[in-house]
């Protein structure tokens, strides 16, 4: 049974920066696809970013493109998600989740969740 944990959330001010962490156990995630979800009070949730650790692709929304970076670290078993440049509308509990092999939009098809990390930008 796969696992997941996100860590690396917090306060932060605009523009600042944070490093997400989801780290696996119980499987190796060689073949799965790793996606970062973000669920705000009273809004859908969304995709943030994805990677495909077989294929080596990865995927990231409009609203974060050039701002977040989504990384993998094999030996550690963990992906990273490297935010920079935030925003409060980034505010969110942040979640990572495991499918196999391909990156999907639909958070529906994701098989394996972690708890979440609470993310919340502000002066």
């Known amino acids: 049974q796969l696992q997941l944990v996100e860590s690396g959330g917090g306060l932060v001010q605009p523009g600042g920066s944070l490093r997400l962490s989801c780290a696996a156990s119980?499987?190796?995630?060689?073949?799965?696809?790793i996606g970062w979800f973000r669920q705000a009070p009273g809004k859908e949730r969304e995709g943030v970013s994805c990677?495909?650790?077989?294929?080596?692709?990865?995927s990231s929304a409009d609203s974060v493109k050039g701002r977040f970076t989504i990384s993998k670290d094999n030996a550690k078993n963990t992906v990273y998600l490297q935010m920079h440049s935030l925003k409060p509308e980034d505010t969110a509990i942040y979640y990572c989740?495991?499918?196999?092999?391909?990156?999907?939009?639909?958070?529906?098809?994701?098989?394996?969740w972690g708890p979440g990390t609470q993310v919340t930008v502000s002066s």
């Open positions: 989740a495991a499918r196999f092999r391909l990156c999907g939009s639909d958070w529906g098809t994701y098989d394996y």
């Open positions: 990677i495909s650790i077989s294929e080596g692709s990865t």
């Open positions: 119980g499987r190796t995630l060689d073949y799965y696809a």
